[in-house]
């Protein structure tokens, strides 16, 4: 979806209205009963980050969401391979935020002869390998 969004040039204040056209069945009926909730107004002021934060909630039992949050806080490079963990890291969901937090988990789980070059460089983003 996200893809999908970005290639579609999507502007990040229609995010939830784009992505939340393409749910069906009982997804839809969650997004019904949310906008039932919060008022359709403060519904699709959500930001992408909060409906994706709500949807793993929603359908990922507290043990997958254990696994998940383990799986993520024990990433770590193999070797030299830096594009095979940022692929890893970046398909992971952002359990981190602000950014510069998740940056610097990203940091973290560098080669440790890596680690020291990229917090010099002092990055701003994690880019796709």
Do not use: H
Request: aromatic letters at 12%.
């Amino acid at each position: 979806m996200e893809s999908v969004m970005k290639i579609s040039d999507c502007a990040p204040l229609e995010r939830i209205k784009y992505g939340v056209c393409s749910f069906r069945d009982k997804a839809l009926e969650w997004w019904n009963s949310i906008i039932q909730n919060l008022g359709e107004d403060a519904t699709y002021r959500l930001t992408w980050e909060e409906l994706k934060e709500m949807l793993l909630k929603e359908y990922n039992p507290r043990n997958e969401l254990q696994k998940i949050e383990y799986d993520f806080w024990q990433l770590k490079m193999e070797g030299a391979d830096i594009g095979g963990y940022t692929s890893r890291f970046n398909a992971l969901p952002r359990l981190v935020t602000p950014e510069y937090e998740r940056i610097e988990r990203y940091i973290w789980g560098l080669a440790p002869e890596i680690r020291g070059m990229v917090t010099f460089s002092k990055p701003t983003i994690i880019q796709s390998a």
